[in-house]
């Protein structure tokens, strides 16, 4: 019986550059009976970080990639996926952009999480350029990754209040809470359509 859980999930992988609060919340969904993935692969540009130290600690599959250059770094990346046999890539906080090398050799589909309301506040400050600009709501947002940053199609947002008593430490709190019960939420939403 136990063969028989998880015949029909895709292999995942997780692309991380630190915390990983975001690996922790796609693993517990991907152990669910009903869950759509496998994680079987955390693939990381640093090695002393707290989400790799889950990944290790909960036998998942992990690899450095060390960048010095950006084509070799990803042909390496590219080699474990189709080693793995990897259908979908999670990007969760991951500092590295990809180029069109990668998305020319990776065809299956790859998402991202970010923390504004896309299309606002594209790249980095965005709790602090939301504060700034007395919005009274952001959020965050799954998307599609192409090769433009933060650009691809809207897979699922949520909106977060902002307070006036905020800053961009306790707003970013809030914040990733929210990612964090979106990420597999919308995970199941694009892998249902298949
Ligand atoms: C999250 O805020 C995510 O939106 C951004 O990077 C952060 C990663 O956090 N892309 P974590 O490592 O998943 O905790």
Redo the contacts with the bound molecule.
Sequence with gaps: MARLIGKNKLNCAVF??????????IYNYSKKKKSKIKLNLVISNKSN???IRFAKKNRIRTKIIKYKNKIEAEKTILFYLKENNIKFVC?????KILSKYFFRHFKYKII????SLLPKYKGIN?HKRAIQNKDKYSG?TVHFVNQKLDSGKPVMKKKVKIFNSDTPKSL?KR??KA??RIYPMAIDKILSKN
């Design positions: 991380i550059s630190g915390r990983g609060s975001n690996l922790k919340s970080i707290e989400g990007l969760a906080g991951y500092m991202n999480i970010h923390p965005t965050c970013a914040i990733l990612e964090n």
